[in-house]
């Protein structure tokens, strides 16, 4: 468990990670106190059950169990200075695919320009993220579709093939009952 702990510390903006079940990360972000704004968004693209937790600067950990589930998406903004420690951990008994982003807006951002290309981009990326997701969903029930298909066919062909083994024995046992009560060529009785 330590080793994760000392692998997984990282200062991140962007991090698209796969967890294994039963695996834990733990991510930094640090808001300076020139800094205006912290953002944490924390998305998820898979079925796994993964639970986060957000420490702020002064919390005590207490190391409990992990309070919130994370669904599909959780966006948090912060203003207190200080570093926040992130923590996900994969509960379930699959892969789970997340992303982890940060972005500090520091106080020469506030630009009215820089401001509304920034909110742009983020609503943009959301429309992506929900894209991706959408796109994702669809590939997994396409995936089923096929394979269901193909077992119905599967099903398709043995009901085809029942019936004319049928007609075949069938004609096998009319041709083997006509073949011994013929008389036979070259037979005097």
């Not at 951002?109 to 959408?134: G, H, P, Q, W």
């Amino acid at each position: 468990m330590l080793f994760f702990w000392i692998v997984s510390f990282a200062m991140c903006s962007r991090i698209q990670k796969i967890l294994r079940p039963g695996d834990k990360e733990v991510y930094w972000a640090i808001l300076d106190s020139k800094d205006v704004e912290l953002t944490i968004q924390l998305n998820q693209y898979s079925d796994a059950l993964v639970y986060y937790k957000i420490i702020k600067p002064g919390e005590v950990d207490d190391d409990s169990e992990f309070k919130e589930e994370l669904i599909e998406s959780v966006n948090a903004k912060y203003t207190t200075p200080g570093a926040y420690r992130i923590e996900v951990f994969n509960d379930g008994f699959e892969k789970a695919s997340i992303s982890i982003y940060t972005d500090v807006m520091s106080s020469g951002d506030v630009d009215n320009d820089n401001l509304a290309i920034k909110n742009l981009f983020l609503d943009l990326e959301a429309k992506l993220m929900s894209l991706y997701r959408t796109n994702t969903r669809l590939k997994t029930i396409q995936e089923n579709n096929i394979a269901e298909a193909k077992r119905i066919r599967n099903g398709l062909y043995i009901m085809f093939a029942i019936p004319i083994m049928y007609v075949i024995i069938g004609l096998a046992k009319l041709h083997t009952t006509k073949a011994m009560f013929a008389p036979k060529k070259g037979s005097r009785i």
